[in-house]
């Protein structure tokens, strides 16, 4: 995870943690997120913490990156408790940017690392994303031998105009190739993940991609609705009038198409903004966010949460190399939640699951406003009378509203 708040006390030079943090430490989830931070180019809507080789300077290539993960991982072993105490790591996940562009190898490497300092569990899941068209049979074999379980494809759109608005490089036909070819690599879990509501899209281009996505055979859709975010090039096109604004009722109607036809398929809901065949088809690291467990983010601009501490990481990678290589910790920025904190940070994240929030972590007043919800069609009656709050289908629609009103 990369996004990066604008305040936070300065954590210490060595990442240690408050002794509190530690405990608990091992009896929760916890995963590795490896930040991956670049690009072969810039997707014009991308607000992520990437860079393309223009933009980098001494202390951001390929190797020196690397080579600071690997300190950074063994930095965090030392942080929770050293190799005696630190948790192995049930999940990784390898995001970006644009971890394939490290190439096979290159992302075994970072495997290696993990399991060199944290180690994995025996059922580790093990995602990496890829743009598809960096992938090639060879890189999916390569990762697959080295320990990889999972692959999430940036498929976006099957429409070309699409793709073009948002900047992507890949063919339409390119991400379900890549999917077969994962498949066939031996990946029984591959994801694509798709973009709705581009300024262009018509219900056909959808209807289009979602044909697609079935025939690819995969067992994991995510699903995101475009969001236009400042400083980015599509907000600037947006700004000059070139491009209209996503529209707030049309962006519901495309995701009730995505969900019924993903549904009708097979493909469950069990987040609101991803779907998938089995159980274990469902993306375990993501699982472990929503539900406040702990991980160690690792790379430029990345975050990390243990025990209620969260922090995050310099951003530029020739800084957050240079730092590691001076013996020091990357962070540079940290909070320490409140138990009102965690209490409204478990009611934004777990409400989105499908199994809901226990209501007894909802105050009295969000209990009140809990039963009016269920009066309009928000909630489930019959969930919430067993204890539990599930969104209903509209629900899911204004699920951010529904957030708003249980914690007041």
Request: charged share 25%.
């Amino acid at each position: 995870m990369t996004a990066q708040p604008l305040t936070g006390e300065t954590p210490p030079a060595d990442g240690s943690l408050p002794e509190g943090a530690l405990e608990g430490v091992g009896k929760r989830p916890f995963g590795v997120y490896v930040h991956v931070p670049f690009c072969a180019t810039r997707c014009g809507y991308c607000d992520f913490n990437t860079y393309t080789a223009d933009e980098l300077e001494g202390g951001g290539s390929l190797g020196g990156w690397l080579e600071a993960l690997k300190q950074e991982l063994r930095l965090g072993v030392r942080a929770l408790g050293g190799p005696e105490r630190a948790p192995r790591a049930e999940t990784v996940f390898v995001g970006g940017g644009t971890p394939s562009l490290l190439g096979g190898d290159g992302l075994a490497e970072v495997l290696d690392a993990v399991r060199d300092s944290f180690g994995l569990t025996a059922d580790a899941e093990v995602t990496t994303e890829a743009n598809p068209e960096s992938t090639s049979p060879e890189l999916f074999d390569t990762i697959r031998r080295a320990g990889y379980t999972r692959v999430s494809l940036g498929m976006q759109s099957a429409a070309e105009h699409v793709l073009r608005v948002l900047d992507r490089r890949h063919t339409p036909g390119r991400a379900v190739a890549a999917a077969g070819e994962a498949r066939a690599a031996g990946f029984e879990h591959v994801s694509l993940d798709l973009i709705y509501g581009t300024p262009g899209e018509s219900t056909q281009d959808l209807r289009s991609t979602l044909e697609a996505v079935l025939s690819a055979e995969v067992d994991h859709v995510s699903a995101y609705s475009l969001i236009v975010e400042e400083g980015t090039a599509l907000a600037r096109r947006v700004r000059r009038g070139e491009l209209p604004m996503p529209d707030e009722d049309v962006l519901a109607e495309k995701y009730e198409l995505i969900d019924s036809v993903l549904s009708g398929s097979g493909l469950r809901w069990y987040e609101v903004s991803n779907w998938a065949s089995t159980e274990e088809a469902r993306c375990r690291h993501n699982i472990g966010y929503w539900r406040g467990g702990d991980w160690w983010g690792a790379g430029p601009g990345a975050h990390s949460h243990v025990g209620g501490v969260r922090w995050w990481n310099l951003k530029f990678p020739a800084r957050y190399a240079a730092t590691l290589a001076s013996g020091n910790s990357p962070a540079t920025g940290r909070e320490v939640l409140t138990e009102e904190d965690r209490r409204i940070e478990r009611v934004m994240l777990e409400l989105r699951l499908d199994g809901g929030l226990p209501v007894e972590v909802l105050d009295r007043a969000g209990v009140d406003e809990a039963w009016q919800a269920v009066e309009d069609g928000l909630l489930r009656g019959e969930r919430l009378r067993e204890g539990r709050c599930v969104l209903t289908d509209r629900g899911r629609l204004l699920a951010d509203g529904v957030v708003r009103r249980l914690i007041g």
